[in-house]
C-alpha cells in the first residue's frame, strides 16, 4: 500500500460508516493505522477530534481530522486524486448526481431502514419492510441511471453511492436473518442484488468488511442491551 502521509482512522469495527472509510482508502491504496473505538466509553481522544458530533469515523492527516464518513470520502478522492480508484465521476453533473444519492442514503434510506434494525417483533418488521420497499425502489432505479448498464453505481469500478450503500449490505442481510424478513429481494431489486455481490466481491470491500456471523451476534446483544429510541 502506498503511503497516505501519517494516517490514523478512529472507528468501530462494525460501524458502516467506519466500513466506508476503510473501503475508500483501500481503493486509493492507502497504508494507515486504525485505532478501535469503544462508542460505550468514548476516548478523550475521539472526544477532541470530533468535538461536534463525538462520532466515528475520524480519520487524521498529517495530525488534522476530518469527520462524517461522506465528507472523509471526497477529502480522500480529492487529496489523492491521482492515486488508486477515483470514487467521484470526472463530469461535473455525474458528479452533482452522485453526491446527491451518496446523501440520498443517510438521509433517506438509513432513516427508514433504521425502523427495520429496531423491530422487536414479526409485527414491527413487517410494518418497518413495508415502510423501507419504496426506498429501496427508488435505490433500484437510481441504480439503473446511475451505473448506465454497467457494475456499479460508479460505473465500470466502485463510486461514492456504492460505497456509501455498499456499506450496508451485511448489516442488511444480518437484520433480515433477524428479523425474518428480506429486504434485498432478488424477485423485487434485482439489479441492487446483483450489484450488492459484485460489491462485496471487490478486494479492497472483502478486506474489510465484517464478519457476518459476529455482527449478528453483535447485533443480538445490542439489542439486548438498548431500548428502541421513541417513536421505533
Known amino acids: 500500500m502506498a503511503d497516505g502521509g501519517e494516517l490514523q482512522l478512529l472507528g468501530s469495527w462494525y460501524s458502516p460508516y467506519v466500513i466506508r472509510a476503510k473501503v475508500a482508502l483501500g481503493l486509493k491504496g492507502l497504508s494507515y493505522e486504525f485505532v478501535e473505538e469503544d462508542l460505550s466509553r468514548k476516548s478523550d481522544l475521539l472526544l477532541k477530534l470530533n468535538p461536534v458530533h463525538r462520532k466515528v469515523p475520524v480519520l487524521v492527516h498529517g495530525g488534522r481530522p476530518v469527520c462524517e464518513s461522506l465528507v472523509i470520502l471526497q477529502y480522500v478522492d480529492e487529496t489523492w486524486a491521482g492515486t488508486g480508484t477515483p470514487l467521484l465521476p470526472a463530469d461535473a453533473y455525474d458528479r452533482a448526481m452522485a453526491r446527491f444519492w451518496a446523501a440520498y442514503v443517510d438521509d433517506k434510506f438509513y432513516k427508514e431502514w433504521n425502523r427495520l434494525f429496531w423491530s422487536t417483533t414479526a409485527e414491527k418488521a413487517a410494518e418497518a419492510l413495508g415502510v423501507?420497499?419504496?426506498?429501496?425502489?427508488?435505490?433500484?432505479?437510481?441504480?439503473?441511471e446511475c451505473s448506465k448498464g454497467k457494475p456499479f453505481?460508479?460505473?465500470d469500478a466502485v463510486g461514492l453511492v456504492d460505497i456509501a450503500l455498499g456499506s450496508f449490505v451485511v448489516w442488511i442481510r444480518v437484520v433480515d436473518e433477524a428479523a425474518g424478513v428480506k429486504l434485498l429481494d432478488e424477485a423485487k431489486f434485482p439489479a441492487l442484488t446483483a450489484w450488492a455481490e459484485r460489491f462485496l466481491a471487490v478486494d479492497a470491500v472483502k478486506e474489510v468488511m465484517p464478519d457476518a456471523g459476529r455482527l449478528l451476534e453483535h447485533y443480538k446483544g445490542f439489542l439486548a442491551k438498548r431500548s428502541p429510541p421513541a417513536g421505533y
Open 132 to 144: 423501507v420497499v419504496p426506498v429501496v425502489e427508488t435505490l433500484e432505479q437510481a441504480f439503473r
Open 153 to 155: 453505481f460508479g460505473g
